[in-house]
């Protein structure tokens, strides 16, 4: 095995340990990433924006700081998802009406993690606007999946999904409304974490107490997903929705190994179809906490307003946020968009405040469901891996779903009641492409869902199924 091939394939927990002891240098993993990239990039089209050259002044800058003040990344390279801004970066989110936009200024986010010690050398693919959880646009094309070319990696953040899958990155950010960091973590065989609103500070949008919306991170490992919320987790004084966090590290939390007592499943919660070769491992994974000693139940709770309430909710935000972009530039935004924005617009006062109070209700039904079980288990998507030309699932399991966003129930009700959710890889179909497992957990309790998820990973001892070399599909 080649240095560079020793390097990729290292967890990210290990490079830090590494970087911490001064035995390895931030350039020494840039050179890594940069052969890396240039040799799977092309196939995958995971990173269209590099920035190597910002990378390596980034590294000495740190350098020349003591090792005890290079952060909790201390040197580790990272890709920033092509929705954030980054300074002196091409940043196009996905749109050609953004197609040359280089912002002055970071988002709150990405000045975070490079305090933390996190490098950023490259932009992962978004579809337009994070739309659609398929990752595609008329900028730099499709992002397609390591384990099989022809196959989607999902989205939104399916251009980190799939960097972190074939080894073009140890972490990687993300960010999620209707499973976002979830889905593309199922599809690409990593582990994507959704945090509660808040824990991770950001630059606020058009509507600055969103509560939908959040960034967080990906990894290959549930120690390295930790690793990086310590690395984003803060308050920012710009972000009124953000807030400290006290007590021990993520990173220790999911080092403990803390299994729950009593946990549920549910395959479909309720809600949605789900194709049977997915339910059955997702079942298999979740009755394999029983190892642990844990106590495992079929049970979920009531989410039967979670269609309606996140469709409303979904369409005034893109209104709000995007309403101005369609009366200037509609010819320029994807179909999905324009429709999304025009059920916005068309919202009455009556329709919002019908959705914001089926949102207070499905989330005080998830509190009480949370009194009798310590973790709601079921798959992260509802299928594996489909054809990357798709432009979305329209059926599944025999039901034809009535809008793009349909498919996606089994994530966006859990965004709805604000609680943290992790995608563990728990399998693989009879066609060999991955699948995820949803943890979820009360809001704010990242610390005893990370260590649970570390627990079920160690039981299902899947092994480090990932870095891998790209895939060619049938």
Not at 36 to 44: E, K, L
Not at 290 to 316: K, M, N, W, Y
Not at 445 to 462: C, D, F, H, I, R
């Amino acid at each position: 095995m080649s240095d560079v091939e020793e390097l990729i394939r290292s967890p990210a927990s290990g490079i830090v340990a590494r970087l911490r002891a001064g035995t390895l240098s931030p350039h020494d993993l840039l050179d890594a990433l940069e052969q890396r990239v240039a040799a799977v990039n092309p196939a995958i089209n995971a990173l269209p924006t590099l920035c190597f050259e910002r990378a390596r002044a980034e590294a000495s800058r740190l350098l020349d700081l003591p090792l005890a003040e290079r952060g909790i990344l201390a040197g580790l390279p990272i890709p920033i998802k092509d929705l954030t801004a980054v300074a002196g970066v091409r940043t196009t989110q996905g749109s050609p009406i953004f197609a040359d936009t280089i912002p002055d200024e970071s988002d709150i986010l990405v000045e975070t993690l490079e305090r933390s010690g996190g490098i950023v050398y490259a932009k992962s693919n978004t579809p337009e606007f994070g739309a659609g959880a398929q990752t595609f646009n008329e900028v730099f094309g499709t992002t397609r999946n390591p384990w099989n070319l022809s196959r989607s990696v999902a989205g939104s953040s399916g251009g980190a999904a799939a960097a972190l899958a074939s080894g073009m990155a140890w972490l990687a950010h993300g960010s999620d409304m209707g499973g976002s960091l979830r889905n593309p973590a199922s599809f690409c065989g990593v582990v994507g974490l959704r945090p509660s609103p808040g824990r991770v500070a950001t630059t606020p949008g058009s509507v600055i107490d969103d509560t939908l919306s959040v960034e967080g991170p990906m990894a290959r490992n549930v120690a390295d997903v930790a690793l990086m919320l310590d690395a984003m987790t803060g308050a920012h004084g710009r972000d009124p929705r953000s807030r400290t966090h006290v007590g021990a590290s993520f990173a220790a939390a999911a080092a403990a190994k803390q299994a729950p007592k009593r946990v549920a499943f549910s395959a479909t919660l309720g809600i949605t179809p789900v194709d049977p070769e997915v339910a059955g491992i997702c079942r298999r994974a979740a009755h394999d906490f029983v190892d642990a000693g844990v106590i495992v139940e079929e049970a979920h709770p009531d989410l039967s307003e979670a269609h309606e309430c996140f469709q409303t909710l979904r369409a005034l935000n893109f209104a709000i946020g995007l309403g101005g972009l369609y009366d200037s530039h509609r010819s320029l935004l994807k179909p999905e968009v324009i429709w999304n924005v025009e059920q916005g617009l068309k919202l009455t006062s009556r329709d919002i405040a019908r959705a914001q109070a089926q949102r207070a209700v499905l989330y005080q039904r998830m509190a009480t469901f949370f009194e009798t079980y310590d973790l709601l288990l079921c798959p992260a998507t509802i299928t594996a891996a489909f054809p990357a030309e798709q432009r979305y699932l329209a059926e599944c399991d025999g039901h034809r779903f009535e809008t793009y966003i349909d498919w996606l129930a089994i994530v966006y009700a859990i965004t709805l009641v604000s609680s943290p959710a992790i995608s563990i890889p728990a399998g693989f179909t009879a066609e060999g492409l991955p699948v995820g497992l949803q943890i979820v957990a009360r809001p704010q309790a990242e610390a005893e869902l990370l260590s649970a998820a570390a627990v079920l990973e160690q039981v299902l001892n899947l092994g480090p199924i990932t870095p891998i070399d790209p895939r060619a599909g049938a």
